[in-house]
């Protein structure tokens, strides 16, 4: 019965919630399965309604007016909670600490690969005309030449990144 059920309703629900979600600001597939799950708790407690359709229509509404009583109770955050410029100090020291020693690591890869790099990395924010002005080169060759340079960097911290980690 309650795979006929499920079969049954599925083209009436998909019908409801598409006409309902809209106006909610709601996906029709979440109101969908809002009701699914409803659904699914009524026949774990009570068994299947008696009018399908009907209850169908009423859980339907029903959604739609917890959603509606949520979106008026929500306020959005002043700022986003991930945001993370209003830092504490320790972050900061880790940040300050992370720079260095990617600074420290490009200045030890090979003279062509660490001039590259500490352009790519300079505060300035220099365009790819502007560094390959600067290095001496052609802008098309600069993307192959970062690549090259960003898998030696990676090379050269492989080992150290891999000390660190805890193991056990």
Not at 48 to 56: E, N, Q, S, V, Y
Not at 114 to 128: G, I, V
């Amino acid at each position: 019965m309650t795979d006929d059920l499920l079969t049954d309703l599925r083209p009436l629900l998909a019908a409801e919630a598409s006409a309902e979600a809209h106006a909610t600001g709601c996906e029709p597939g979440d109101l969908e399965q809002a009701v699914w799950l409803r659904l699914l708790e009524r026949l774990a407690t009570d068994g299947p309604p008696h009018d399908p359709p009907g209850w169908l229509r009423r859980a339907v509404r029903a959604e739609v007016r917890r959603i509606r009583r949520t979106i008026r109770r929500e306020r959005p955050f002043e700022t986003d909670p991930a945001d993370d410029r209003d830092r504490g100090p320790e972050r900061s020291a880790l940040t300050a600490a992370r720079h260095r020693a990617l600074r420290e690591a490009v200045h030890r890869l090979p003279a062509r690969c660490s001039r590259l790099l500490q352009a790519l990395l300079s505060p300035e924010d220099l365009t790819y005309r502007e560094i390959a002005g600067e290095l001496g080169i052609s802008q098309g060759s600069l993307g192959p030449e970062r690549s090259r340079c960003l898998g030696c960097l990676r090379r050269l911290l492989t080992p150290e990144v891999a000390a660190r980690q805890v193991r056990g």
